[in-house]
């Protein structure tokens, strides 16, 4: 039993045939062009997924196609009702791909359907309420409850990173001020390096981003290592931050675990042991509440492609 | 077709039959005695109901008894984990029910029990994703998904007043800082106009407050209406907060409806008004997603009863 995930980026599309093991065949790879219309660039894309079910003989045994997108989807609708990073609105991408595919069509927004991968096949294979926040240009959602993956009504919610952690704060993009991706993103983490920067002129910081010819997120974890008094404070002042989110979000869903995914998830023990530390000593606010584990994703970029793969198959094994 | 619907407070314990339709026979009552053990209390609780469903005839027709109980409650194991209010730990309260009674028994948190009976039979009758903030001492919360009571993993969860909107802000009784019912309860309200009362000897607010005897989540908003500068900038500061904190919700969950209730839910289109216009402005941080209404109870105290019943009646419905 197969399911076709696709994975749609700001910069390209990606899709792959997945078992219902998570296993994956070869990856299909399109890139998206700039101003190129919507239409056009599913058309191409179908065009594309065509030809890989008959390189790959599978058409018999494909039971659906999930697809992954960002910004935000009517799921039940299945149009792409406003995607940014796109510039896609009110895309009927299910009529589209139904009028030339005879294959079931299902969508999600990209960080539901990246939470659903790891859920199912990934970090948290086999636990039943997982929570996954994506840290990168922005904080994704995705909520896993009792293995369905919950993506709010209309399939408009889990906008996990879009909720105020200071009043009044930090401009976002959403148009609010204190989001917590405002604090919590890798732009974020970005900012707050910057910024320590430019108040630091002794930090070891300096040298770090000089030699990776950037300021990264890695750039403040790297000094901190190394005993790096600003980079430091601002480890453990975005630690703090992200702590207090998955805080927030323990105490709505008392998820099994919470998984992290983004470039910053590859930071390893010395960034889990600090968030599991402290949540430890927070405790939820309820000193009875389960633990809550929190670890890192573990499909890397495959988590989009085989969630959305899983929004069929997952359905058929349970 | 009948469910007993039980509603465990802190000083006394209310409870009725209740009908497939909402409808509830006469409520019997009980007073909680401080530093009585919970096992006592339950056992009188047992035999007031022995008595009353004698007395109402109606001990055939019974499907269930729904209990909703203040504090961290274990819904799989039928336990009271631990209840700050009561002094309860680890009250096995199905077991001592079942070892009486030939009736199913369930038990809710008592936010919980209270949004679903507004959810299914209030103020939500019909709609499919409901949030309530109860605004009280704390701000307790209810979620409802699909016309189904999400209670979190083992029940442990929806805990909507302590998710923290201020880093590091008010400390809240639950450990953390900056928790949404420092801002948003009915004990912040009175905090912040004492605080106001302080700073302000020729508010309104004082000549209100002697008038009624005490300062409550009232005098605020009464001043406001008469025009008082300080006693507006209270209120204006009041909803400002409690707005955030349902933006934050309906980024999450995309609810049809916020349900709010409570004493200061009473303050009526005066309190309504300003939030749905406050909602409408910042449009949830997505200009295209749907409208969220936000509207007062309807059932007043009655709603942890029906609720509680509801963990039958509904089921037995849908």
């Given at each position: 039993?197969?399911?076709?995930?696709?994975?749609?980026?700001?910069t390209?599309?990606?899709?792959?045939?997945?078992y219902?093991?998570?296993?994956?065949l070869?990856?299909?790879?399109?890139?998206?062009?700039?101003?190129?219309?919507?239409?056009?660039?599913?058309?191409?894309?179908?065009?594309?997924?065509?030809?890989?079910v008959?390189?790959q003989?599978?058409?018999?045994?494909?039971i659906?196609i999930?697809?992954?997108?960002?910004?935000?989807i009517?799921?039940?609708?299945g149009?792409?009702?406003?995607?940014?990073?796109?510039k896609?609105?009110?895309?009927?991408?299910?009529e589209?791909?139904?009028?030339?595919?005879?294959?079931?069509?299902?969508?999600?927004?990209?960080?539901?359907?990246?939470?659903?991968?790891?859920?199912?096949y990934?970090?948290?294979?086999?636990?039943?309420?997982?929570i996954?926040?994506t840290?990168?240009?922005?904080?994704?959602?995705?909520?896993?409850l009792?293995?369905?993956?919950?993506?709010?009504?209309?399939?408009?919610?889990?906008?996990?990173?879009?909720?105020?952690v200071?009043?009044?704060?930090?401009?976002?993009?959403?148009?609010?001020?204190?989001?917590?991706?405002r604090?919590a993103s890798?732009?974020?983490?970005?900012?707050?390096?910057?910024k320590?920067?430019?108040?630091?002129?002794?930090?070891?910081?300096?040298?770090?981003s000089?030699?990776?010819?950037?300021?990264?997120g890695?750039?403040?974890?790297?000094?901190?290592?190394?005993g790096d008094?600003a980079?430091?404070?601002?480890?453990e002042?975005?630690?703090?931050?992200?702590?207090?989110?998955?805080?927030?979000?323990?105490?709505i869903?008392?998820?099994?675990?919470?998984?992290?995914?983004?470039g910053?998830?590859?930071?390893?023990?010395?960034?889990?042991?600090r968030?599991?530390?402290?949540?430890?000593?927070?405790?939820?606010?309820?000193?009875?509440?389960p633990?809550?584990k929190?670890?890192p994703?573990k499909?890397g970029?495959?988590?989009?492609?085989i969630g959305?793969?899983?929004?069929?198959?997952?359905?058929?094994?349970?």
């Open positions: 039993m197969i399911a076709i995930g696709i994975d749609i980026g700001g390209s599309i990606k899709g792959a045939a997945v219902d093991d998570g296993k994956m070869d990856v299909f790879s399109l890139p998206v062009i700039k101003g190129e219309p919507g239409e056009d660039t599913i058309e191409k894309l179908i065009d594309l997924l065509e030809n890989y008959k390189d003989g599978i058409a018999d045994e494909i659906g999930g697809i992954g997108i960002p910004g935000l009517d799921v039940e609708k149009v792409v009702v406003s995607s940014n990073n796109l896609w609105e009110n895309l009927p991408i299910v589209i791909f139904k009028k030339r595919l005879p294959y079931p069509v299902r969508i999600a927004n990209d960080a539901n359907s990246a939470a659903y991968g790891e859920a199912i990934g970090a948290g294979k086999g636990i039943p309420y997982v996954m926040l840290l990168g240009t922005g904080v994704g959602g995705g909520i896993v009792d293995g369905e993956l919950y993506e709010g009504n209309l399939g408009q919610g889990a906008e996990l990173g879009h909720t105020v200071q009043f009044g704060g930090r401009e976002c993009s959403c148009g609010r001020k204190g989001c917590l991706e604090y890798a732009t974020a983490l970005v900012f707050d390096t910057t320590a920067m430019d108040e630091h002129p002794e930090s070891l910081m300096h040298r770090i000089a030699e990776q010819g950037q300021i990264d890695r750039v403040a974890f790297k000094a901190a290592r190394q008094l980079g430091l404070e601002v480890v002042q975005y630690i703090y931050c992200l702590s207090e989110g998955i805080l927030n979000y323990c105490n869903f008392r998820p099994n675990i919470v998984i992290l995914s983004g910053i998830a590859n930071e390893g023990d010395y960034l889990f042991d968030i599991n530390t402290y949540l430890a000593k927070e405790r939820y606010g309820f000193p009875r509440s633990v809550v929190v670890v994703a499909l970029y495959d988590s989009g492609k959305a793969a899983a929004l069929f198959l997952h359905e058929k094994n349970s």
